[in-house]
């Protein structure tokens, strides 16, 4: 009996070594590739593009594919798309190179605030690929153009319904973290010119050390112990805003504060689902998708040439009632 008992628990412990070998293979496996997929023109296509996209785990991502690859496919143009398992960098140089590699015609990347993207970028353009940068910018490279929100613009917007949420008086933190984000230097100038406005109302900026939700939670606990009449949180990125409803949420005290943020990460759809944010501002990203997408034609049929280096799309600021009402997450 004691034979068969061992004999069965051995079988089990190799069992189970083997699935989780598996398992974990296959997670190593994933983490390693990227999401391709080419559409369905002919294979003598003339104009090849690549789309990169850097968060391929954000609601958005879905509906860019889907109108960029309807306009390609409208167009006669071959596309292939190319997720990012880790949207950081290293990531992003990578598959930069392969497209350089694969001499696409045209690029469409979402921009970053990096000599090393810059360094890319200009010698994508150098070997006769065109780089559109998309949802943000690097306008310090040879990109043709850029396509997508106008975050000055976001930042008046945001500002403007802050300052009707908390009735016009009163503290409002700007949180940012420390990097040098060109995106973030927009939206806090277009908040604070906006603010400006309203004499009543303090703008306390909020820095933190490095781009985690750890430095975002540490200050947003400042904020609150500094006695400031705090009224509202603005978070200027997702990692700030996660952090500081962390923060506010230990205390028990989100409910206190008309808490806002920017774009559409899972965790702010999260938070905004569940009443644990305000408001998020929002813009068309399919918008982005298909415009990106017929700008790159433009350039290489040479029509509308130069092309304007930006073009914006619309953004709205939707509160968690909107949000809900609207169904946006979907």
Not at 44 to 50: E, S
Not at 183 to 209: C, D, H, M, S, W
Not at 267 to 279: A, W, Y
Not at 284 to 296: E, F, K, N, P, W
Request: proline share 3%.
């Amino acid at each position: 009996m004691r034979k068969w008992l061992g004999f069965f628990l051995s079988i089990t412990c190799i069992a189970t070594t083997l699935v989780f070998t598996m398992y974990y293979t296959y997670q190593f496996y994933m983490a390693n590739q990227t999401d391709e997929f080419q559409n369905t023109a002919a294979p003598d296509t003339k104009y090849r593009l690549m789309f990169i996209a850097t968060e391929q785990n954000a609601p958005s991502r879905g509906r860019v594919q889907e109108r960029a690859l309807e306009e390609a496919q409208k167009q006669g143009a071959s596309i292939q798309f190319r997720n990012a398992v880790r949207p950081n960098e290293d990531e992003i140089m990578k598959q930069m190179e392969v497209g350089i590699a694969a001499r696409v015609d045209v690029m469409i990347v979402q921009g970053m605030d990096s000599p090393r993207f810059v360094q890319v970028v200009n010698k994508a353009s150098a070997q006769g690929i065109a780089v559109i940068t998309v949802f943000t910018d690097s306008p310090d490279s040879l990109r043709k153009v850029y396509v997508g929100a106008d975050h000055f613009i976001e930042g008046n917007q945001m500002a403007d319904k802050v300052a009707k949420a908390v009735h016009y008086e009163g503290a409002v933190g700007i949180l940012y973290d420390s990097k040098d984000h060109s995106y973030q230097n927009e939206r806090l100038k277009g908040i604070v010119q906006a603010l400006t406005k309203y004499p009543a109302i303090r703008v306390v900026q909020a820095q933190f050390e490095g781009d985690s939700r750890d430095g975002a939670y540490r200050r947003t606990n400042d904020l609150l112990n500094d006695g400031e009449h705090l009224r509202a949180v603005v978070g200027l990125s997702s990692e700030s805003v996660v952090g500081s409803v962390q923060a506010l949420t230990s205390r028990d005290r989100i409910q206190d504060y008309f808490v806002a943020a920017f774009d559409d990460s899972p965790e702010i759809m999260h938070l905004i689902s569940s009443n644990k944010i305000d408001g998020v501002m929002l813009h068309d990203d399919g918008d982005v998708g298909q415009t990106s997408v017929s700008l790159a034609l433009e350039w290489l049929r040479g029509k509308n040439l130069p092309l304007e280096p930006y073009h914006y799309v619309t953004n709205r600021l939707y509160t968690s009632e909107e949000f809900m009402h609207e169904n946006i997450a979907k």
